[in-house]
Structures are given as C-alpha cells and as structure tokens.
Nanobody, 122 residues
C-alpha cells in the first residue's frame, strides 16, 4: 500500500496563491506517477496535473496551464502543486493520487489521499 497525506489547503482571495503538498509513504517504489485532482461541490472529480516520478515529465489540464505547477522532491517522497492566479472556480477538495502507470483518468490512480479543501473567494 501507499499512503498519501495532503496539506496546504485553505481560504484565499481570487488572484492569490497556495501551495499544496503531498507526502507519500509505504511502498513508494511501485509509484511511477503522482497526480492532483479536484472535486468541486456537486461535480465529479477531475484531473488537474500529473508528474512522472522518475523523469519529471508533467501534464496539466487545459484550464490550469500557465497557472499551476506540479513538482516533486524524490528525496522527501513529496509532490507539490503551486497554484497561482487562483479563481473562484478553482474551489474544491484537492486530492493527491498515485499510480503505477501514466494517465489522467481517475480510474488510473490506485492510491488516494484524504483531500485538502481549497476555497477561493471572489
């Protein structure tokens, strides 16, 4: 099993920034991709960004390109999501996820954190 613990959520005004962290533990050697997903109230969980643990290759949802940056610290088994120029529509619970294969679908990811709330006020 892989355990994931997110932190860094909170309340921020539109235009502001937040940095989310996700610490992985357990059988981290099986993880090849880490991703961030967002679930807004009443909506399905959606892909935000992903990073290949070995190569550092990244991928973003179109609405996040240029505003969000995903990065990782292999020594700390931690992945980050730097969110800038936040909008009210970015509000939701942000989940960290881990997978042994690459993908942007929720079903690709086998391990999930408990989520951290991000609220962007207008």
């Amino acid at each position: 099993q892989v355990q994931l613990v997110e932190s860094g959520g909170g309340l921020v005004q539109a235009g502001g920034s937040l940095r989310l962290s996700c610490a992985a533990s357990g059988r981290t050697y099986i993880v090849s991709v880490m991703g961030w997903f967002r679930q807004a109230p009443g909506k399905e969980r959606e892909f935000v960004a992903a990073i290949n643990w070995s190569t550092g290759r990244t991928e973003y949802a179109d609405s996040e390109k240029g505003r969000f940056t995903i990065s990782r610290d292999n020594a700390k088994n931690t992945v980050y999501l730097q969110m800038n120029a936040l909008k009210p529509e970015d509000t939701g619970i942000y989940y960290c996820a881990a997978s042994d294969r690459y993908g942007t679908s929720v079903t690709t990811y086998k391990f999930w954190g408990q989520g951290t709330q991000v609220t962007v006020s207008s």
